[in-house]
Structure formats: C-alpha cells, structure tokens
C-alpha cells in the first residue's frame, strides 16, 4: 500500500489545526472550523461539476476551508463562511486560459481583510511561547514541502524575507529584530507553506518559481514600509496572478514560435 | 451517459455551462458585495445614534447625560508616571494605565464621595467630598489620602474601599505600582497608615484589588492582582526585557494575593495556599457567587492571555475551573470583569472588556451569560455578539447600572488605549513585534519607536441600552456621553440622592468626567444601604433580589470590579412602571436570609442585618 502524496498537505494542516488548537485554543471554536470546511467543500463540489463537468479536488478545498479558519480571526461566524465561498468561487470565476490565477485561500483572505476589516482580522500572534512547537512545525512542513518538491519556493521567500527584513530595518531604523519577528509567528509559517507554494497558481520552472517568491517578498517590503499589516497576503495576491499571466504569455509564444509553419532557408553561399 | 455537457478542447464552453459560469460570477459579484452591505446594516444600528436634547433623549430612551464636573467643582486630570528612560520609545503603552475611580461615603453623610487617582511623581490624588448641595470639595490631603505618588514609593494604579474593621467607616486599600497602602478611616477625619500588617511584599505592580469576605468569617479579605512582576521596579530597569512573552499567552507577569483578614487588624497572605498561583498579566477581578452555593466566587481578568474563574470551596481554598466552564479557552485581552443580571433571571452575567480594532485585532467583548443549574459547576455562553454589546474598541472599564430606571441592566463601556500627538497609527509596529517570538516581543528595545502616533486613539465610549427583549442598542451620543479621550475606569453612584444612577469617567492622561443623569419621572425605583452585623459591615457580598408585579431582579454589594474601578456601596433598582413591589429578599454574606415585604418605592431604605 502507497501513500498518496497528494494527501500530505491536507494531513499537515490538519495535525497543525488541531494540535495548535488543543495545545493553545488558538480558534474561534469548532464551529468556525466545521462553517468554512463545509463551506469551502461544498463551493467545489457544486461549482467544479456545474462549470467544468470534472470531478471535485476536496483536498484542495478542504485546505482552503482548514487554511481559512486558522488565519481569520473573528468574534463572527459568517466571515468563515463568506470567507470559504469567495475562496473556491474565485477559482471558477477568475481565470484565464482554463487556470485560476489566485491562490483560492489567499484571494478569500484578502476579500475579507480589505471588504471587512470591520469584522475580521488575520492571525498575527504567536502559538505558545515555546520555540520547540515553531521549531517542529517549520520542520515538519519543510519535510512535507520537499516531499512535493515545492521546497525550492519556501526557502526562496524565506531568504528573501530576511534579506529585505535587513533593508527595512536600514529605511526605519527599527531593531533587525523586530523586522524579522512576523516570519517566527504561525501566520507566515501557513503563508510560506501552504499558500505561496500552491503549485496551481505558482509558476511551473523552478527557476522561475524562486523568482517569482523572491518578487512576493520584494513587494512586500514595499507593502511593509507602507505599514500595511497584512503584506504578506496582499504581495501574493499582486504578484502571483501577474507571474502567472505572464508565463502564459511566455509559454503561448514559445509554443506558437515552434508550431509556426518555417519560411524557406535562404541559401547559403 | 454524462449528466453535463462536455468541455469542448479549445476551452470553450457549451452555451449551457457559458450560462451558469456568468450567473456564477454574479453570484461571486454579489458576495463580494456582502461585507458592504453588513457594515451598512451594522453601522445604522449600532452607530450612538444621533446626538439629541437632553427632553428628547429622555422621551426616547429614558434618560439623558449631561457633562457637569467643571460646574460642581471638580477639575481633576489624570497625568502617567514617566518610566525609565529605556522605556521612552514606547512610554505611552507601558505608562497606561492608572486613572481610577471609586465610590465611596467617606464621612457616613448619606451622600457620595469620589476618590480617584492619578500616576505622576508628585501627583496628588483626590477625595472629592459631596457636600449634599450639588457641589464638591476636594479633602484628600486634609485626610492624608492625596501623597501617595512618590518616587520611592511608586505611583497610584486604583483603590477600592471596604471596612476591613468593622468600626462603620470605609477603609481604602490603594494599590500601586510599588508599594500599596492600606489607610484605616479614623470616623472620616482622617486616615492612619497600616499597611505594614498586610503582610504584602515592600513593591509590588498590581492593577487590581477587590474586597470580599470569602471565608465568610464577617472580616473582608482582600485579593490583589498584578500586572508586572513585584521585581520589575519600572522607574529602575537594569534591562528592557519586562514586556510579556507573548501576545495572547504570558505567563510572566505578576503573581497575585488573597490576604485573609484575621480579625484583629492584621491580614496573612494565602495566595498559594488556596490556590491562586498563576503568574498572568492581571488587570481586572471581581466577586459573585457564580455556582449559587452561598460563598463567593472570584473571576480574574487578564491582559496577553487567558482569564480565571476561581471557584470557592467553602472557604477552605479555590479551584480554578475556566477552561471547563468555557470562559478561559480562547486567550483575548482581559481587562474588565463585571457582574450583572441582564435577563432578569436570578443569575450572574459577566461581562468582560478585550481588543477590537477593525483589521488588526477583533477579540470582541465577551457577554458570558451562565448555562449552568445553581450549586453545579458553571459553564457558560458567549453570547456578546448575540445581544449586540460585542465590538467596542480598545476597551477598558464597563459596568452595568439601570440607567432609565426600566428595570432592565443597561451597559457603559470605555474605550481607547493610546491617542497620541498624531492620529497616525502605531498599530503596524505593534502588531508585528506582538507577532514575534517571546525573545523578540519580551524585550521592550525590539519595539519600534512610537514617535507620536496613537494605537486605538480618540475612540469614543459606548453606552448600550438594554431593551429587555434581548437586544442592547447603541445610544452613547443620544444620551450625550460622548468622551473621546482615552476612558479607563467607569463606575455608578446616585451623587444627589434622586434615585437614578449618575456615572464618573476617568480618562488616562485626561480629564475626570462625571455624567449627572436625568432619568424620566415616569420611571420608578428603589435603593438599598445596608449594614452589616454578623458579616462584614460593609455587607460586601449581599445579594439583593426584589420582587414584584413583572419585576424579578437580582443585585449585590461589591468590593471593587469593572477595571479600576468600584460603585457605590448601595444597590440601586430601576422598576419602570411598578409602583409596589412585593418584596425585598437580601441573603446576607454570613447567610442570613431576610425578607421584607411590601417595600415603599422611590425610597433609599436602610437596612441593618438582624442578629
């Protein structure tokens, strides 16, 4: 018997839910969990047979649902099932040559920060004090990332991240510190994991895939010095969908280019 | 045989499915369109209303505010200590708290004083005695309670009044950001200095004390709650590493003290013996028995991570029960803790202040209302965003006091944190050092400079009604208490004996506001001064219920609650339009159960313990 590898994220978060929750109460309740999982599968499994005929990626909604009620923090039940809807709607609706363009959780995450900041917020605190729970999920999920061979990306715009976590702290003169001290929280380790590594809207070259981590950390050092609280999402969510259309671009031209009927050969002398 | 139509290759869709995917984009359109719709809907109801005449806002909701300390003599504004210097980048949110207020009859004239506190070096704190014609005179340094902010023996945090000897007149225990003082009340001619029998540490940093008598022993006890370690002295730091370990789980703030009350002028510290040994950030407590068994229970809010509920066994010692009761399982930003019975129901309603900064921050208030029987363990529901008293602000202080004399508990809650030189935010720099590990938010060097700007500033104070059907609605600005200054403490006193419940305000580095309620004649009420005999004098810990035609509420005598903050001694009723009742029920703290019936309306009853 294999194990599907497909399975391994899914997996992942769940241990993290449920084990950050059980350890340090980190959720609004199960009830929040259960809305947005229900909500984000439910989305799928109406939207992927009505609109496409093909049969329903659960995993992929199930982590958006499970992604959706870690990093929303809200006193409120609907944000979780807004929250969960627009996420998988934003695949089926928002594409371009057959692919979505947004990572479902991260477009869902921004529709409710920048729609409802009245009602809802990230999460931006740690879990616990200890550094042992951190250390074993970034290992963890480091492991998980390799296995899917997404490792590259995760590394890439954690580098980054401290690279112009130095250069900010130049520009404000805060302490280095805490110019680096969102990256040791949980939300970046969810963000860097999971959501930025999504291979459906990540693009498909390695090389151009650190590229294009490096540019969602560039972008959010600008966001950040805009002290924008929530850089990290809004960076994804700028630079993701350009990276993506431009490699169509990229790709339909280099396809064209081959398929193009060749002109007669001059002669040589 | 496929039950959709197939995709064609090219990417294109049969007309079937090009339908459903432009329905499905306005669908997606629509809900985008959600939030919009829900803050419009929300905002409309909730928003204080407009700001109406004082006759207007009475004929409407029942009462009306009136802003009235400059015209009865009372000019007081709070001023923050200045810390060491290694604090200056981010002094405003270390230096914030301090501005209490508490109620208190200090000379026994039947009418109400007001104590409140300030933090600066040299800042005197003040005794407002009400001279029973309509003005006040401040007597704090005649009676030797204004010197208390000194260097060497830190600054005012708040008091809270009990008469821990049982001779008639209320005592006042100041606690401190170093050395705490208890001062007896010599016949409110003067205060004698006797803390030395408390048996607490030279310097501690508390922010909150309450009086109850939990052994039931007819002496007052007194717990004491801290915020920073007794260690720390903030005026003299060798390091920057003083700040709490995290944002939502510290457990490196100070320990707290329960000094048991021996009955002979001296007190020993139990803490540990009975229980209470955490080390929270500690902001906000009070008393109710909460479980019904006869003995009273103690609630502990706390600022960076999870509250407690202390259940008491009967005196002999306290178990904490917040996780399995439901109040402790999320952390939040404890900083209130106040009891009421909202529903009219017999039962003890707690109603606890966090953070709710749209976009960074949405801890919501909590409105725990019991769904437990009385002598079970308790266990409760949330249910603040239910009867819309969820999303404040940064809040501080509540209380709940009948302020339209209908019968129902109605709701004042303080809100801001910092208003700074600019209203540029400072929250982007908070939230990202709030978000570090406990090395990097710990240590007050990593944290950016303020520079100036605010965090939750210039936010203003709520005043919810409770309309009895379930539902508290927003009239802050209706009834005129608007307050845009950082609020603090809040607490409730009928100042001019009218049978309505006037509110006092104080702000951090701001002015004292005392609020004179003008509450519609249509409206009738009944208040209670009680005396103990067999319990403590003061009569801390009585439960008062009355009854009547449609009229069942519940009341008691509290010892300090709310954040900094004590009420008047008195239990005041709102009974709407019940002109009788049929009876008073006080079950006195020593358990003596007393019932008086038929008692007159619109009336402040005295009411002595029966042997």
């Known amino acids: 018997m294999t194990f599907d590898r497909r399975l391994t994220a899914p997996l992942l978060i769940t241990l993290i839910l449920f084990g950050a929750h059980w350890s340090f109460g980190v959720l609004r309740g199960y009830e929040a969990i259960v809305l947005a999982v229900v909500s984000t599968i439910a989305t799928e499994l109406s939207l992927r047979r009505l609109l496409t005929g093909q049969a329903p990626q659960l995993a992929s909604a199930y982590i958006s649902g499970i992604s959706i009620a870690i990093l929303v923090r809200s006193p409120l039940l609907w944000p979780y099932a807004l929250g969960g809807v627009i996420s998988i709607m934003s695949k089926y609706v928002l594409r371009a040559r057959r692919r979505h363009l947004w990572n479902p959780t991260n477009f869902g995450i921004c529709a409710l920060l920048f729609l409802a900041p009245f009602a809802v917020a990230p999460l931006s605190v740690q879990w616990g004090n200890d550094l042992w729970p951190m250390l074993v999920i970034w290992m963890v999920g480091l492991f998980a990332i390799w296995r899917a061979k997404r490792l590259h990306i995760t590394l890439a715009y954690i580098g980054a991240f401290f690279l112009f976590a130095f250069v900010r702290s130049l520009v404000t003169g805060s302490a280095y510190a805490a110019e680096v001290a969102p990256i040791t929280g949980p939300m970046y380790q969810l963000f860097a994991l999971f959501m930025i590594t999504d291979p459906k809207t990540t693009v498909s070259s390695t090389r151009g895939a650190i590229v294009v981590a490096i540019l969602v950390a560039f972008v959010e050092m600008f966001l950040r010095l805009a002290e924008i609280i929530y850089a990290p999402f809004y960076a994804l969510f700028l630079v993701g969908p350009v990276a993506l259309v431009v490699e169509m671009w990229w790709t339909s031209g280099a396809q064209a280019r081959e398929s193009a009927p060749r002109g007669p050969i001059a002669p040589t002398a | ?611």
């Open chain 2, 1 to 611: 045989m496929p039950s959709h139509p197939p995709a064609i290759a090219d990417g294109t869709v049969a007309p079937p499915r090009r339908l459903l995917s432009v329905i499905a984009a306005l669908v997606f359109l629509a809900l985008l369109a959600v939030p919009g719709a829900i803050r419009h809907f929300a905002s409309a109801a909730n928003d204080g209303g407009p700001v109406l005449a004082v006759s207007t806002a009475i004929e409407r909701h029942g009462f009306a505010f009136e802003e009235i300390s400059d015209s009865i003599g009372i000019r007081f504004s709070h001023a923050p200590p200045a810390l060491d210097s290694k604090l200056d980048p981010i002094m405003p949110v270390v230096a914030a708290y301090g501005a209490a207020v508490s109620i208190v009859d200090v000379d026994r004239d039947g009418w109400q004083d007001l104590y409140v506190t300030t933090s600066a070096i040299g800042g005197q704190n003040a005794l407002y005695r009400n001279r029973g014609d309509g003005s006040f005179e401040n007597i704090a340094a005649r009676l030797g309670v204004a010197d208390l902010n000194r260097q060497a023996t830190g600054v005012s945090m708040g008091a809270v009044w009990g008469d821990y000897d049982n001779d008639g007149y209320e005592d006042v225990f100041v606690y401190k950001w170093g050395r705490p003082e208890l001062l007896r009340n010599d016949r409110g001619r003067s205060f004698e200095r006797v803390t030395d029998g408390l048996g607490l540490p030279a310097w501690i940093n508390a922010n909150t004390a309450v009086w109850f008598d939990y052994d039931a022993d007819g002496w007052l006890d007194l717990f004491v709650g801290c915020f920073y370690p007794a260690e720390v002295d903030l005026w003299n730091l060798p390091h920057t590493r003083i700040m709490p370990e995290s944002f939502e789980y510290a457990q490196n703030g100070g320990r707290n003290y329960l000094l048991r009350n021996r009955g002979d002028g001296s007190f020993e510290e139990i803490a540990e013996t009975v229980g209470l040994t955490t080390t929270r950030w500690t902001l906000a407590a009070a008393a109710a028995d909460v479980d019904g068994d006869g003995d009273p229970d103690l609630f502990v809010a706390n600022d960076y991570g999870i509250n407690e509920l202390y259940v008491n066994d009967g005196g002999r010692g306290f178990r904490e029960v917040g996780r399995a009761a439901g109040v402790a399982r999320t952390p939040k930003s404890g900083m209130n803790a106040s009891f009421g019975d909202v529903f009219n129901r017999g039962e003890w309603i707690l109603y606890v202040s966090n953070i709710s900064e749209p976009g960074v921050l949405i801890h919501g208030n909590d409105l725990w209302v019991p769904t437990h029987d009385a002598g079970a363990d308790p266990t409760y529901r949330n249910l603040a965003g239910a009867l819309g008293v969820e999303i404040a602000g940064f809040a501080f202080g509540a209380q709940f006091g009948d302020l339209n004399n209908d019968g129902w508990l109605d709701l004042f809650v303080t809100n801001g944190y910092v208003s700074g030189e600019t209203r540029e935010s400072y929250w982007y720099d908070y939230s990202m050092v709030a978000g570090g590990h406990r090395n990097i938010i710990a240590d007050a060097g990593n944290w950016p400079a303020m520079r100036g700007r605010s965090l939750s500033g210039y936010q203003e104070d709520r005043v919810w009604l409770n309309d009895g059907a379930g539902r508290f609605h927003d009239v802050t600005r209706a009834i005129g208490a608007v307050n845009a200054h950082d609020g603090r403490a809040v607490a409730f006193a009928d100042l001019w004996n009218r049978g309505v419940l006037d509110a006092v305000v104080t702000n951090q580095r701001g002015p004292l506001l005392v609020y004179r309620n003008t509450v519609t004649p249509n409206h009738r009420w009944i208040t209670l001064d009680l005396e103990g005999t067999r319990s403590n004098r003061s009569a801390i810990g009585a439960e008062v219920r009355v009854y009547g035609d449609g009229v069942r509420q519940l009341r008691q005598i509290e010892g300090g609650n709310g954040f900094a903050a004590q009420n008047q001694r008195r239990v005041h009723f709102g009974l709407g339009s019940a002109s009788q009742l049929d009876s008073i029920v006080i079950r006195w703290p020593s358990g003596i159960v007393q019932a008086i019936p038929a008692p007159a309306t619109n009336t402040l009853h005295r009411i002595k313990e029966p042997g």
